[in-house]
């Protein structure tokens, strides 16, 4: 299986008015990376996710996700704001964001790759490597070394 | 403490194992033991029940409904959406004990499989087995009730011949060829005869379903198959409920057994249709058959011998042996020995023997009816409320009222009522009582020679088994009902 994440799936600087511009900017970097074959299909399926509530959590974290038919396999786009992007947290904007996509039907094997990414996302340490990196290489090392265990 | 728990999130994909992932990290920093369900895409991995039942506290985090909560009836429970268990998981934790330290009691559970007792504090091989054994029995006891409930009430409508109408065979001296086609029912025994033919078939499912629910105790629903069958196969045999509890403990190792056999990916989308059932159910049911069957035969043969040899012996230490007999297995192969030879002692004209099993077949469930009452708080509630049932069924000879709590805690329970069956067989052969029908209990005291002494007999009987039951379940749970505060603040 390919990665779940490659540096051109990561943008430090992200630069987004709101929580739509966001995902979408994230979402393009799928979909040149052939992982979403329908962009706007795909936005669609993650805002029905954040229609029925919000992804945002406390710590300054969004996670816009969905398992859409759009989607080729489990993948995580990552963006960082300075700024921050209201992903509806009760305290304040997410500063870290992940996008998190999954194929339609994808089986058992994908789901538990993306479910032990979920439970790193708790980890104080993890998100505070994440805020630290230089560079998306570096993001990217830490997702295979905390989630896949390379 | 020990907590379960559940999350799930609409998609199944984040925050269920986000949320997991924190309650697991906060109880632990608490220093709790904690097992989390995860409802969520990647399938999700049922708690075991035994975790269930030993658990103080549930913790639901959970945006969605979530499924089969009925597992978690009468438990203490924290409720909360699946965001608050991320952001704030320390504070569910500290509700969860809160809830657990507040809950009344253990026992309090409505028809969930609890163990009323936590002698076994580090959750060993007791707590497990005693959950298991529950989970059978709780669901066993409906039909217990409503089946032994039917029963009583053709006997009390059609008097207690409708079950020889129903049956064939000799009660009162008048032969009765029996109901061979069942569209011929109504018209043979009445409606007295449909209410105990009912009754006869919820009957037939106890051993079944004891079996089929300790496997699913054990091992999830892939148990309740090869559980089923070897309850079925308990009958068949006539191995009784001991024979379904051993049946049923078989069938749920099987499954744990073959499940932890690693499988190659294309056979492991069989497994749990195909491959499990088959394998476990095959395996079980030959146990049962070849293994079980012959000796059990052999058993029943050689006790009937055996008690034939002393039909002329001393006739109290008969009813003793008689007593002992019939609250051995409540219908399993030991009891249907002493009821058989009963039986077949009124065929020959001695109505004494018959008497005596009978009242030793009474005792049993009305001295577990009475001790409920008296000491509810040795009893689940689910025990206290097959205790209700349990008068009626006594009163009418149905044995088969005191299984639930025989299989529940066999070790201390069934000692007891056999000494209390002993003590009313052998009075009831010492104050020569006789009795021509082969059941009836209360309905046919008109049929019974020296009726109050017969009634004396019954009340004796009762009182040991009740005083006999109240001691041995008090043994080895006075210290732990003292250590159970302080467990609950650590």
Known sequence: MADLITPDLIDLDLDAADRHQATRSLAERLQAAGRVTDLDGFLADVRAREAQMPTGIEGGIGIPHARSAHVTQPTLGFGRSATGVDFGAEDGPAHLIFLIAAPEGGGAEHMTILASLARRLVHASFREALRQAPDPQTVVDLVNKEVLGQ | MRIVAVTSCPTGIAHTYMAAEALEQAAQAAGHEIKVETQGAAGAEALPPADVAAADAVVFAADVEVRNRERFAGKPLVQASVKRAINDAPSLIAEAEAAARSAPAPQAAATTPVPTTKVEQGGGWGTKLRGWLMTGVSYMIPFVAAGGILIALGFMFGGAEVATKVNGGTFGGVEYPGVTDLSELLAQAGWAGVLFKIGATAFSMLVPILAGFIAFGMADRP????????????????????????????????????????????????????????????????????????????????????????????????????????????????????????????????????????????????????????????????????????????????????????????????????????????????????????????????????????????????????????????????????????????
């Open chain 2, 223 to 490: 148990g309740i198959v090869p559980g089923i069958v070897a309850g079925l196969l308990a009958n068949e045999i006539g191995a009784g409920f001991l024979g379904g509890l051993v049946g049923g403990l078989l069938a749920g190792a099987i499954v744990l057994a073959i499940r932890r056999v690693r499988v190659p990916r294309g056979v492991a989308g069989i497994m749990p249709v195909v491959v499990i059932p088959l394998l476990s159910t095959l395996v079980v049911g030959a146990l049962m058959l070849v293994v079980l069957g012959q000796p059990i035969a052999a058993a029943t043969e050689g006790l009937t011998n055996w008690l034939d040899g002393l039909s002329g012996a001393n006739a109290i230490l008969l009813g003793v042996l008689l007593g002992l007999m019939m609250a051995f297995d409540m219908g399993g192969p030991v009891n249907k020995v002493a009821y058989t030879f009963g039986v077949a002692a009124v065929a020959s004209g001695n109505l004494e023997v018959m008497a005596a099993v009978m009242v030793a077949g009474m005792t049993p469930p009305l001295g577990l009816a009475l001790a409920t009452v008296v000491r509810p708080r040795l009893f689940t509630s689910a025990e206290r409320e097959a205790g209700e049932a349990a008068w009626l069924l006594g009163a009418s000879f149905i044995t088969e009222g005191a299984i639930p709590f025989a299989a529940a805690d066999p070790v201390r329970v069934i000692p007891s009522l056999m000494v209390g069956s002993a003590v009313a067989a052998g009075m009831s052969m010492a104050f020569g009582n006789t009795l021509r029908a082969p059941h009836g209990g209360i309905f046919v005291v008109g049929l019974i020679g020296r009726p109050v002494l017969y009634l004396l007999a019954l009340l004796a009987g009762m009182l040991v088994t009740t005083a006999c039951v109240i001691v041995a379940k008090s043994i080895g749970r006075a210290a732990p009902a003292k250590v159970e505060p302080a467990a609950a603040t650590g």
